[in-house]
């Protein structure tokens, strides 16, 4: 079993770049697996953490609703914004500068072999994250991600979450708003929840900028804990 993880922090990368960076390693840790299977070798698996900024995008998951996408190809184009549709869980949200898009590669044999507590764990990390900066977050019910002030005609979310896993390989993640223009929410029915707002965590603070680099810093440090995990 190997707990190790490498991160990376890609700064402000395209999109689709990054996914196809995803894939090249997604693919990496399902090969060495299926060779070790054919084989009978013992090859150990690589786990990776992806920290990435991306240009504004919408992406839209293989079971969303394109008509939760409120713009056409010419408006996407006049917010400088593009749009993919992807291979992850969900339906759609948005990417921007200021939000903290993470995306863990991970072989969960080396973990546990559990989904379910994959998401728990990475919605855990976000909240206790949240609660540093003197933020009650939780879960909600049946809607994956973290929100504030569940159960409120104030519930608002901070963090959007969809992964994709075959072999107990993992890839996407999650994207938590730190200081996003929150203005580019509006073209979308986030996750194609209507009537719940969107916020970020500078909002939520009533500053104008929080030092991303501090957030990042947090978030591995509670994802090593939860899931025993030595970085490098």
Known sequence: MNKTIEIQD??????????DYQEQLFKSIVDA????RRDNTAIETKNHFLFVEHPHVYTLGKSGDLSNLLLNEQQLAQKG??????????????????????YPILDL???FTDIHKYLR?????IILTLAEYGL???RSDGETGVWL??????????????????????MHGFALNVNADLGYFDN??????RGKAVTSLNVELGVDKVDETEVKEKLLKHFSVLFEADFF
């Not at 979308?188 to 929840?193: D, L, R, T």
Request: charged residues 25%.
């Open 33 to 36: 697996k299926i060779k070790n």
């Open 149 to 170: 002030d569940v159960g409120t005609p104030f519930a608002r979310k901070i963090c959007a979450m969809g992964v994709r896993a075959s072999r107990w390989v993992t």
């Open 10 to 19: 890609l700064g402000l990368k395209d999109y689709k770049q990054t996914w």
């Open 136 to 138: 009650k977050a939780e």
């Open 121 to 125: 764990f990475l919605e855990e990390m």
């Open 109 to 111: 044999e080396n973990f």
């Open 81 to 102: 914004a593009s749009f993919y549709k992807i291979n992850r869980g969900g339906d759609i949200t948005y990417h921007g500068p200021g939000q903290i898009v993470g």
């Open 188 to 193: 979308i029915i986030p996750c194609g929840i």
